[in-house]
């Protein structure tokens, strides 16, 4: 495994404009595990919400918001094309009014960017609690709008102007990108001179670099993919090694109740939160759910099944497999330090070794290649898949070979598959943030 690099690791990032949706928790699920795995294979790492609290989501944000706060006053509502209609802006609107009680009388007149400054608030506050309750933390919270006022944006433009990279045509300033291997140039500053939201892209990949780390890490959605050779380009083009950029796609996700789709909308305000479907199925089920599939592929998300304490509920079939394995070594009175080494090997070099042993023992032996293989990917995936098998295989293992017997040899080699099997299905469960049940 190669040694462990200084990593910057950026994921989520959903404009503070609504409550988180079920493709952020899915991000937010697959981010999480993916930190945890790097950490134990002994990288550094540093985790990222990159916030984009300026431009045009956020003004169509406080323009949604003030015509809330009209129809709560008994006014006519008239949200503007393409702003926000979801009920969580209604509880806003009122959170407003109760706050800023003096704005009540010239709230024709209050300017827009008071709404968006107390919605962008507001909504943040309701994503940390959100992520907390997932289980997700981040060391550092970016903001656009600090970094823009700090004269970084205008320092990346200039970087790359004095380079020669930069150029004007049809009133607009473009970089010029294809000499970096992207498919065409791109504008960086438009013709009304405003900035593109490419830019400020631009200058925060510049400032994640110059703080010094050797492997940066983003996750988008689907609709980013084209993104990648130009984010790239630019790195490039400020003088970073762009090899050391790596971008995580994660497709979006369908949930199904009752065998039908279920619609999502976030501008609608017709989609289901993170929140929600942690109420509906539990922290783990949803996070083991969202981690069923590669990040590649479009993930089906059965909220029915996810619900069920049965055997067909892959996380609550790992989890009982290891509830089992705690309760065989309680019942056995031996401690994990009381384990006999000497009579372990001793069974396992002269005592003739089952079908279901044997499988349990190439399992452990793959544990190893199973991280590697989610750090070759960037994906969890893998690691759940392992676990998926590893507690099928655990549970063969238990209905047809007696663990505890008169056979001092074969009990000792058992209880130590048991207790090995313990700490694998643990610390599996512990990298995906799932939580492990002594008892179920």
């Not at 619609?263 to 996070?287: C, F, H, N, P, W």
């Not at 330090?337 to 002269?350: K, P, Q, Y």
């Not at 070759?376 to 663990?403: G, I, K, Q």
Request: charged residues 30%; aromatic residues 12%.
């Amino acid at each position: 495994m190669e040694e462990g690099r200084r990593v910057l690791f950026e994921y989520v990032s959903a404009n503070p404009t609504g409550p988180l949706s079920i493709a952020h928790a899915r991000q937010a699920a697959v981010g999480d595990a993916l930190v945890r795995i790097m950490r134990y294979a002994g990288h550094k790492v540093d985790t990222e919400y990159y916030l984009n609290n300026v431009g045009v989501q956020i003004d169509l944000l406080g323009r949604s918001l003030k015509e809330r706060c009209l129809e709560t006053l008994g006014r006519t509502c008239l949200i503007p094309e393409g702003g926000y209609k979801g009920a969580y802006l209604k509880e806003l609107a009122a959170r407003f009014l109760s706050v800023c009680r003096e704005k009540i009388e010239s709230i024709d007149e209050a300017p827009i960017e008071e709404f968006s400054r107390f919605a962008v608030g507001e909504i943040l506050g309701i994503i940390k609690d959100e992520l907390y309750r997932f289980g997700v933390s981040f060391d550092n919270w970016f903001s656009q709008e600090a970094m823009e006022k700090e004269g970084e944006v205008k320092e990346a433009l200039d970087i790359l102007k004095d380079r020669g990279f930069l150029y004007e045509k049809d009133g607009a300033i473009w970089f010029a990108s294809t000499r970096f291997g992207d498919d065409k140039d791109r504008v960086v500053v438009k013709s009304d001179g405003s900035n593109t939201y490419f830019t400020a892209d631009i200058a925060y990949h510049r400032n994640k670099f110059e703080r010094g780390y050797n492997w940066v890490i983003d996750m988008w959605g689907p609709d980013h993919h084209g993104y990648i050779a130009r984010v790239k380009a630019a790195i490039d083009a400020l003088g970073f090694n762009p090899d050391l950029f790596d971008v995580i796609i994660v497709q979006l996700v369908t949930l199904y109740k009752n065998g039908r789709p279920l619609a999502m909308s976030t501008r609608q305000g017709e989609y289901i939160t993170i929140d929600e479907l942690m109420d509906e199925v539990g922290v783990d089920a949803a996070r083991f759910f969202l981690l069923m599939r590669r990040t590649s592929s479009h993930l089906d998300f059965d909220l029915d099944l996810a619900k069920k304490q049965a055997p067909e509920n892959p996380v609550y079939y790992v989890q009982y497999a290891y509830a089992r394995a705690c309760r065989i070594m309680e019942m056995s009175g031996t401690s994990p330090e009381g384990l006999s080494i000497d009579l372990f090997e001793r069974a396992f070099l002269d005592g003739e070794i089952e079908t279901e042993e044997r499988q349990l023992i190439s399992l452990f032996l793959r544990f190893q290649s199973v991280i590697e293989a989610c750090l070759f990917d960037l994906d969890p995936y893998p690691l759940n898949e392992y676990l998926r098998t590893f507690a099928a295989a655990f549970h063969r293992f238990y209905e047809r070979c007696r663990v505890i017997s008169e056979d001092e040899l074969k009990t000792a080699f058992r209880l130590g598959i048991v207790e090995v099997s313990r700490v694998v299905l643990r610390k599996g469960l512990d990298l995906l943030g799932i939580s492990s049940p002594e008892r179920m």
